[in-house]
């Protein structure tokens, strides 16, 4: 009898050391999961839940370090922006700016860099080989012409410019210099209806911080949002 309440006795010690060790580390599981979410929410752009800059450029260079040449910078221009949260509000600029980022993103797909570089400017990194570029990037156009309906049900007219810079078509892997050759090709057809794959000419447009030299917010390219 005394033996078996040794043993019992024994269990019971190693019982309550156990439980004793699970609460810190329960402690630590929950404080480690609750700083994993708040990093992945600092990558993020609060409105549209996009990859802000630092996150995004990390990203769009792994897909560019994977793809290489088949890689394609696509940047977005929302056209006449300022029109809607003048004329409607800034609620009304927050819905079309949501719109726009869950479109790009359902274009570009789940291997792709996308994020919200500013205002009303977006980014999209993704493997897009020869031969199929413009017609995903006429998809793309027609995507954000689709109205955007608000709250209220009222549906509001939306186009945006978008410039495209293929690496092979550039001759450049460098990711600096494909952003800088996409937003030179978006502001060739800015209000234009299509989208404009960059040339070699493109990337060795003057800029200043990445942008079109004379184009407005240079200061501040690449910002996040």
């Known amino acids: 009898m005394g033996s078996v309440l040794r043993v019992q006795a024994r269990f019971g010690q190693h019982a309550l050391l156990l439980t004793t060790a699970a609460v810190p580390l329960t402690g630590w599981t929950v404080h480690a999961i609750a700083m994993h979410r708040k990093l992945a929410a600092a990558k993020k752009d609060p409105l549209t839940g996009l990859l802000r ?3 995004y450029t990390a990203r769009a260079r792994q897909v560019l370090r994977r793809h290489g040449d088949d890689t394609v910078v696509v940047l977005v221009d929302q056209d006449h922006f300022k029109d ?48 199929r570029r413009e017609v995903r990037l006429e998809q793309l156009v027609r995507m954000l012409r689709i109205p955007v309906v608000l709250d209220d049900g009222q549906a509001v007219d939306v186009a945006a410019s978008v410039g495209a810079a293929a690496l092979d078509a550039i001759g450049t892997r460098d990711l600096s210099a494909a952003q800088r050759a996409a937003d030179a090709a978006l502001y060739d057809g800015k209000h234009s209806g299509r989208a404009v794959l960059a040339t070699k000419e493109h990337a060795n447009v003057p800029s ?18």
């Open 53 to 55: 800059r630092d996150a």
């Open 208 to 225: 200043i911080n990445g942008r079109r030299s004379g184009r407005p917010g240079t200061a501040v390219w690449g910002r996040a949002a």
């Open 84 to 131: 809607v949260n003048d004329s409607l509000s800034h609620a009304a600029g927050d819905t079309v700016l949501r719109a726009t980022a869950d479109r790009l993103t359902a274009w570009a797909g789940p291997g792709a860099a996308v994020g919200r570089l500013g205002g009303d400017e977006f980014a999209a990194v993704l493997r897009l080989p020869r031969g």
